[in-house]
């Protein structure tokens, strides 16, 4: 089911009274990266999923996006649907929401999953990064920067083996409003560091990892679990960053045996 939340496109899937699940996308994806995961999870959980502000169906307005606003929309979407300490799973930029949101809030959720993210703030080389890709939407199109940007969040056997779904996921993120694609460049330059809030975190915590992510290694992850006490660390054979996508089976499996133990259906 379709629903408007705070003009955000919002979607449910599964029993409502289902122990409830919510996932949060990365950049510059849409609800639809989660598909695979909903269409398995929903038998047995209330699934919800959205469009992150400047993404998807979800209003872009004048893209003076930041880190804290995705937060409150979040939060939003939760109270709205009255949901009751939902799992909280995040890829990427869906993981820099989750941990500022953890943050914030964590007694708001009963568990975390986070996929191919990190806690650490952007460098200087990463602002410089986000400041580059800003200008080549302003000077070469939104549809230029997707051409440069996803190949790098897919393996490379991913993008060879199943090029169709690749091709898709590829046309979908081109179709993004240049504004909210800039604008989430400038809110995650601008995010700050959850470093310091790791080992406060006291849920359990999923930690999935695509063996070949170039833009959040494993390592960088395994760091991550490291100071995270209730913590399990997974890494995904032959994935890159799209792990949940590129490797749906072994994900959702994972998914299922971690819910299994920590919030039955
Ligand atoms: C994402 O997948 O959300 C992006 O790679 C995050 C980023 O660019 O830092």
């Given at each position: 089911?379709?629903?408007?939340?705070?003009?955000?496109?919002?979607?449910?899937?599964?029993?409502?009274?289902?122990?409830?699940?919510?996932?949060?996308h990365g950049f510059p994806f849409d609800h639809r990266m989660w598909d695979a995961?909903?269409?398995?999870?929903?038998?047995?959980?209330?699934?919800?999923?959205?469009?992150?502000?400047?993404?998807?169906?979800?209003?872009?307005?004048?893209?003076?996006?930041?880190?804290?606003?995705?937060?409150?929309?979040?939060?939003?979407?939760?109270?709205?649907?009255?949901?009751?300490?939902?799992?909280?799973?995040?890829?990427?930029?869906?993981?820099?929401?989750?941990?500022?949101?953890?943050?914030?809030?964590?007694?708001?959720?009963?568990?975390?999953?986070?996929?191919?993210?990190?806690?650490?703030?952007?460098?200087?080389?990463?602002?410089?990064?986000?400041?580059?890709?800003?200008?080549?939407?302003?000077?070469?199109?939104?549809?230029?920067?997707?051409?440069?940007?996803?190949?790098?969040?897919?393996?490379?056997?991913?993008?060879?083996?199943?090029?169709?779904?690749?091709?898709?996921?590829?046309?979908?993120?081109?179709?993004?409003?240049?504004?909210?694609?800039?604008?989430?460049?400038?809110?995650?330059?601008?995010?700050?560091?959850?470093?310091?809030?790791?080992?406060?975190?006291?849920?359990?915590?999923?930690?999935?990892?695509?063996?070949?992510?170039?833009?959040?290694?494993?390592?960088?992850?395994?760091?991550?679990?490291?100071?995270?006490?209730?913590?399990?660390?997974?890494?995904?054979?032959?994935?890159?960053?799209?792990?949940?996508?590129?490797?749906?089976?072994?994900?959702?499996?994972?998914?299922?045996?971690?819910?299994?133990?920590?919030?039955?259906?």
């Open positions: 089911m379709k629903t408007k939340i705070n003009n955000l496109s919002v979607f449910t899937s599964g029993d409502t009274n289902s122990r409830p699940i919510i996932f949060v995961q909903i269409e398995e999870l929903s038998k047995y959980y209330h699934c919800i999923t959205y469009d992150i502000r400047g993404l998807g169906e979800s209003p872009a307005g004048d893209g003076q996006f930041t880190m804290d606003w995705f937060v409150d929309d979040l939060e939003t979407i939760i109270d709205e649907l009255k949901l009751n300490r939902p799992v909280l799973c995040g890829l990427s930029m869906g993981g820099y929401i989750s941990l500022r949101a953890m943050e914030r809030m964590e007694v708001k959720f009963r568990a975390l999953i986070l996929c191919d993210t990190k806690a650490l703030a952007d460098d200087n080389a990463g602002k410089i990064k986000r400041a580059e890709g800003i200008k080549s939407i302003n000077e070469s199109g939104v549809e230029n920067f997707v051409e440069q940007f996803v190949p790098i969040c897919f393996s490379e056997n991913f993008r060879i083996k199943n090029k169709p779904e690749y091709e898709e996921v590829l046309i979908r993120s081109k179709s993004n409003s240049p504004i909210g694609v800039k604008g989430c460049l400038l809110a995650m330059a601008g995010r700050t560091d959850t470093t310091n809030y790791l080992p406060n975190i006291s849920i359990p915590t999923l930690i999935i990892s695509g063996e070949k992510d170039k833009l959040t290694p494993p390592l960088v992850m395994k760091s991550m679990a490291d100071q995270i006490n209730n913590s399990e660390f997974y890494v995904v054979d032959e994935a890159g960053h799209m792990a949940p996508l590129e490797a749906a089976d072994m994900v959702n499996e994972k998914m299922r045996s971690f819910l299994a133990e920590y919030s039955k259906p």
